[in-house]
């Protein structure tokens, strides 16, 4: 399994970024795609997932701001990032992890066993 993140920069804070991932390889049928950040000095966190049905679920962090999409037939997922806040600085990796929704918190649960190289995201105040 491949994974290869892009759309990364710099931006002021307020404003937009989609990230990419494309990913490719044996990938199973019962699956969660997700994204998570690392900040320097920081624990890594999990940002978002979604799974093949298309159901998503956020970090309180970036609810409603941080969208989770994939398109199937191009192997990508994309992370539409609104809204940008200074805290949203942190390289940002795309994984695979086996299936997420059968627990209450389908963010917490998923274990990412595969990611990509990162991409990094910087926010300016």
């Known amino acids: 399994i491949q994974l290869v993140e892009s759309g990364g920069g710099s931006v002021q804070a307020g404003g937009s970024l989609m990230l990419s991932c494309k990913y490719s390889?044996?990938?199973?049928?019962?699956?969660?795609l997700g994204w998570f950040r690392q900040a320097p000095g920081k624990e890594r966190e999990r940002v978002a997932v979604?799974?093949?049905?298309?159901?998503?679920a956020y970090a309180d962090s970036v609810k409603g701001r941080f969208t989770i999409s994939r398109d199937t037939a191009k192997n990508d997922l994309q992370l539409q990032m609104n809204g940008l806040k200074s805290e949203d600085t942190a390289m940002y990796y795309c994984?695979?992890?086996?299936?997420?929704?059968?627990?209450?918190?389908?963010?917490?649960?998923?274990?990412?066993?595969?990611w990509g190289q990162g991409t990094q995201v910087t926010v300016s105040s």
């Open positions: 390889g044996d990938i199973y049928s019962s699956y969660c």
């Open positions: 979604i799974d093949i049905d298309d159901k998503t």
């Open positions: 994984g695979v992890s086996g299936y997420c929704f059968r627990k209450p918190d389908p963010l917490r649960a998923a274990e990412f066993g595969y």
